[in-house]
């Protein structure tokens, strides 16, 4: 009784459980090209560490480094790996960085300044991003963990009192050295807490496809990390934007991902098109009327030969007035996909009839239609498009309507898959599966990270720019 009891509250779990319209898998082959793109970013980052003056007294010689600046990053090690519990992690290791500062000694009456190069050498970054869903359902960078490290300074001190300086360089050296230390992390933290968030803020949660209709792209929960790939699920959604509290219960199946050989691949399960179509149905979109010159003009030539005999039989004055079609959808279109094809099955009325001018409309015919539409699935940048076909003609007879439904602007425009601004997919490839397609696609940089960050960078405020105590320098 009581194993019966669990299987029972586990089916009533299993029953309210709402599965995502949506998955995006990244794969440990986008590493490469994120890790590139990302130390770029981080060589920019690290550029804009600022050290505070170092100032001190050996005997009779004071001494001050000043406007000490990181001028560039040399790596020899770096890897980007996603990791459990922790998501990602840069681990760079015996680096080295440039760096210019300003020297001042004085010697009883005597002055010494100007400008020196140094390097910091044996520099070892380890740091980890833990990425999480927000309230509002959007993904974050939700902590920073952080340890860096410069084993050893060099400075190649010169001019009148080089003896002087090689004397001082031991203190001045290990300053700096401790200085760089404790200015790395907040450097990173930074980046991550308030940079790569601005960044993430770009991928969209619940936003305008058009004027009528919306769509919910929130995460169901935070994102998954094994040690090949990084895993997310969106509710993948739509809504009429005059009734956003309106929701389609998802009864599809799960999207299922197994795939790792390309750098992304996004699922989406029939509920993702359902919602799509009945939410265009809710707003009253999915209707068809032309008049005149907007019907095709070989559709018009087939429409009069089809019911040529029923022209005839009216009056001389009307035989030649414009045509109309009406085409009206009766009920939300529903999505099948299996591994042979995606179709869409609807069920819609049409009416043809001729317009006389100041005259009431002669109707030549009204049917009821069930057709079944082949949809082609193509990703494009970021924008997935649909390409549809129709199958057979209405079960009540009737001319093949294929010239009724063409390509629409909304259709060819498509709608936006949830990634950052600045990426987009190249060489897509869609495959089929029962109840889902995949769509596994490699990764373009279309811009860089700091043009994208630079853009949508928001006001310092509110976030602390230091690491915890815990992930302070070492």
Known sequence: MALFGALFLALLAGAHAEFPGCKIRVTSKALELVKQEGLRFLEQELETI?????????????????????????????????????????????????????????????YDGGYINASAEGVSIRTGLELSRDPAGRMKVSNVSCQASVSRMHAAFGGTFKKVYDFLSTFITSGMRFLLNQQICPVLYHAGMV????????????????ELVGIDYSLMKDPVASTSNLDMDFRGA??????????????????????????????????????????????????????????????????????????????????????????????????????????????????????????????????????????????????????????RRGELGGPRLSGVLPPTERTWRGVQIPLPEGINFVREVVTNHAGFLTIGADLHFAKGLREVIEK?????VGVSTAPPPSTAAV
Request: glycine letters at 4%; charged letters at 20%; proline letters at 7%.
């Open 50 to 110: 600022t050290i505070p003056d170092l100032r001190g007294k050996e005997g009779h010689f004071y001494y001050n480094i000043s406007e000490v600046k990181v001028t560039e990053l040399q790596l020899t090690s770096s890897e980007l790996d996603f990791q459990p519990q922790q998501e990602l992690m840069l681990q760079i290791t015996n680096a080295s960085l440039g760096l210019r500062f300003r020297r001042q000694l004085l010697y009883w009456f005597f």
């Open 195 to 210: 940079l790569l968030n601005a960044l993430l803020d770009t991928m969209p949660v619940s936003s305008s496809v058009d």
């Open 238 to 391: 739509f809504f009429p934007l005059t009734e956003r509290n309106w929701s389609l219960p998802n009864r599809a199946v799960e999207p299922q991902l197994q795939e790792e050989e390309r750098m992304v691949y996004v699922a989406f399960s029939e509920f993702f098109f359902d919602s799509a179509m009945e939410s265009y149905f809710r707003a009253g979109a999915l209707q068809l009327s032309l008049v005149g010159d907007k019907v095709p003009h070989d559709l018009d030539m087939l429409l009069r030969a089809t019911y040529f005999g029923s022209i005839v039989l009216l009056s001389p004055a009307v035989i030649d007035s414009p045509l109309k079609l009406e085409l009206r959808v009766l009920a939300p279109p529903r999505c099948t996909i299996k591994p042979s094809g995606t179709t869409i099955s609807v069920t819609a009325s049409v009416t043809i009839a001729l317009v006389p001018p100041d005259k009431p409309e002669v109707q030549l015919s009204s049917m009821t239609m069930d057709a079944r539409l082949s949809a082609k699935m193509a990703l494009r940048g970021k924008a997935l498009r649909t390409q549809l076909d129709l199958q």
């Open 456 to 460: 949508n960078r928001p006001a310092d």
